[in-house]
Each structure stands twice: as C-alpha cells, then as structure tokens.
C-alpha cells in the first residue's frame, strides 16, 4: 500500500506547485500595469514625482492643479522633477523617493527694490548774466556771471558728468540706475537771462535743466515770456512751479495756498502743453501744511533751500540743493559736486 500511495501524493504536490505558479503570474502582471516605468510606487497621495527625464521644459508636472496665472510669467514653481517645492516633505510613507529622482527647485521672484537715499548735487541757480538784473538788493549774490556758468558747463562736459532730471532722481531712489557721476540743474524765478543766456550754453553742451518760474510774473520786464518758455519745454528743457505770485507759503491761509500751488500748475499747462511735476518752494520756506498742500495738488517731488546732496526716498518734497554764487572759481565748484 505505501508503494500505491506515493504516486498520488506526487501528484498532489504537482498541483500544489501549479497553483502556486500561476497566482504569482496574476500577481506579477497586476503589478506591471499598476507601476508604469519611471514613477515611484513609495510617492504619498497627491505628490506625483518625476524622474530626471521629467516632463517638457516649461510644463506643470501631471497631477498639479492649474493655477491660471500663466499670464504673470514663468511659473515659480516649474519643475525640474517634481510638483513639490524646495523645503517641503516630498518623502513618502515607506521612505524616501528612489534613486535618480531629481530634486525640486523653487525659482523664487525677485523681490521689490527697497527705496534707498540716493546722492545727488541739485545746483540751484537763479540769474546768469554779466550783471545782476534790477531785481532787488539780494540779486548780486544770486547772479552767475556768465564766463563763469560758461566755465562750470564745460568743467562738467569735460569731467564725465551727466545732467539728469528731477523724475531721474526718483527713480533711481527706487532702483534705476544712474550714471557715473549724476547732477541736476535747477533755476530759479524765471528771470529774462535764463533764456538768452543760460539757456543757449546749456544748448551748446546738451544739458537740459529745471526752471522753476513765477507765472504771475510770466511776460512782464524782467522775466521770460510764454513763448519763451515754451521753445525752452520743445528743446528739453522742463518748467516747474514756483508759485503764482511767490509768498511765503507758511504765512498764507489754505484757501491762498491752494491757489498758489493749483493755479501756477494750470497756467504752466495751458500756456506750456506740460503739465508740472516739480515745485519750488518761495524763498525755501515750507513747514508740513505746505508740504500736504503741495502733495494734494499733485506735485511728484519739490526742491528746497536747504543744503545737501542725499535725496531720501521718504521725503521727495523736502529735496535739498547746493546754492550756486557768484566769483565761485572751478577748484571750487569741483569740490561743491563731491
């Protein structure tokens, strides 16, 4: 009997191995279309992981939401492997994404610039002339003589200089850059030489600077006209305010202040075409009333008295000038720009 059993207990194991054969087929082709070549079974739900061969340049990785900002540039988060930024936990719950697995980079967008205080020399200028003009007692001290605005335009043509703008200063307190070696012009008042004798030297050398002008006293003896100022704005040049009628601001009412600053603007517009954005306090006196006023009426940036070379971002209507007088010689005016 036991020779007649073995042959059925042989038989029984072939079936056993049989069995046992093709559960494991099943189970080996289940798996093959479960784990497509090239993706992590260990990735957590929601993190799909890419290889290094990775999606297309360019393209969200499978799996990530549309975020529909396509229209704001490059994507902060496009992948060079996977849809999780830099510093997340892309490990999964049975360890760590397998080898050859490239990392995420997070392109993070520049930040905004940090408005700095920029130094720039304004110079403030009021007449240029042989003599002073009949403009009161103050005018000798406030006169250029002419050879020497003549020697003080060359010496900044010859030494790398490059005149700027006012709305040039601003912007560079926000980041822009300026060149080498920066400088502004600014004149006050409006006076007559302005334009016959300032403005034909600054032509000669290419400047271009801001004349802050009366307009009150716009066309009357003394002061250029409107027609003036206007071939000065078609050449470059920029018109500013400095009032109507040139008060002291801190001794007005804020019905007159108002006028002051609105009216002057309106006028330069009508008569000019541009609209001014710089303003020129009278005789440099302001105080925080008249600091609103300017700024509600809707002035970018205002020049002041007070000397100076650093134009802080936090105070554009408090802008300090170097005050240019006469008999200054070259050696001088060279130490004035540093």
């Not at 042959?7 to 191995?17: D, E, H, K, T």
């Not at 130094?119 to 006169?143: C, F, Q, R, W």
Request: hydrophobic content about 40%; overall charge negative; charged content about 20%.
């Amino acid at each position: 009997m036991e020779d007649g059993a073995r042959p059925q207990v042989w038989a029984g194991g072939r079936l056993f191995a049989l069995v046992v054969f093709l559960l494991a087929a099943g189970v080996t082709a289940v798996l093959g279309v479960a784990l497509p070549s090239g993706v992590d079974a260990s990735a957590a739900d929601g993190a799909v992981i890419a290889t290094a061969s990775g999606s297309p340049s360019g393209e969200a990785p499978a799996g990530r939401p549309d975020t529909g900002e396509t229209s704001r540039g490059a994507d902060p988060f496009a992948v060079r492997g996977t849809s999780t930024p830099t510093g997340s936990d892309s490990s999964t719950s049975d360890g760590p994404a397998s080898d050859g697995v490239a990392s995420a980079e997070l392109a993070v967008p520049p930040s905004p610039a940090v408005p700095t205080t920029v130094k720039v020399p304004i110079l403030m200028y009021h007449y240029v002339n042989k003599e002073p003009p009949p403009a009161g007692p103050y005018a000798d001290s406030l006169t250029v003589r002419t050879h020497e605005f003549e020697e003080q335009m060359a010496f900044l043509a010859e030494n790398g200089y490059t005149v700027i703008s006012l709305p040039e200063l601003t912007a560079a307190q926000q980041g822009a850059a300026l060149p080498e070696k920066p400088v502004i012009l600014t004149f006050d008042d409006g006076g007559a030489d302005n334009y016959t004798v300032a403005f034909p030297i600054l032509r000669r050398h290419g400047f271009t600077a801001t004349f802050f002008v009366i307009t009150g006293k716009v066309g009357t003896e003394g002061y250029m006209t409107w027609e003036q100022l206007k071939e000065m704005d078609a050449a470059g040049m920029t018109i500013g305010s400095h009032t109507v009628s040139h008060p002291d601001l801190t001794g007005v009412g804020v019905e007159r202040l108002d006028k002051e600053l609105n009216e002057s603007c309106e006028e330069i517009l009508r008569r000019v075409g541009t609209a001014p954005t710089a303003f020129c306090y009278p005789s440099g006196a302001f105080n925080g009333t008249v600091i609103e006023a300017v700024e509600r009426a809707g002035y970018h940036a205002a020049v002041t008295t007070k000397p100076g070379k650093e134009a802080k971002p936090d105070a554009p209507f408090e802008l300090p000038r170097v005050r240019m007088r006469p008999f200054v010689p070259v050696v001088e005016f060279a130490r004035l720009l540093q």
